[in-house]
């Protein structure tokens, strides 16, 4: 929890990026390691976590997330070229 500083799940790496795979097992671990009692899940993620693997993951647990990445070329073009629609739980654009 942001607030608190707390966590639920940690792990010891040797630094270098986990892969995809790595990524959705951490992910997996996290949501067992919670209460039967969340009904909510929310994660920010930075692009470390950047991956389809990931987002598979995070839709396969009903998590809602946000997830922040670098703006490449490639990423760019699918933005500009996306269907898209406004959210109605904000006013963001």
């Given amino acids: 929890m942001a607030e ?45 976590f950047y991956c389809s693997d990931a987002v598979e993951a995070y839709e396969q647990a009903k998590m809602q997330f946000i997830m922040v990445a670098r703006k490449i070329s490639r990423l760019l073009a699918r933005l500009q070229s996306a269907d898209r629609k406004p959210s109605p739980k904000t006013d963001g654009r």
Avoid: M
């Fill in 4 to 48: 608190t500083r707390e966590y639920i799940w940690g792990e010891l790496r040797n630094g270098d990026r986990p892969d995809g795979k790595q990524i959705a097992r951490h992910l997996a671990a996290v949501v067992a390691a919670l209460p039967a009692c969340v009904q909510q899940i929310f994660a920010r993620v930075d692009s470390g």
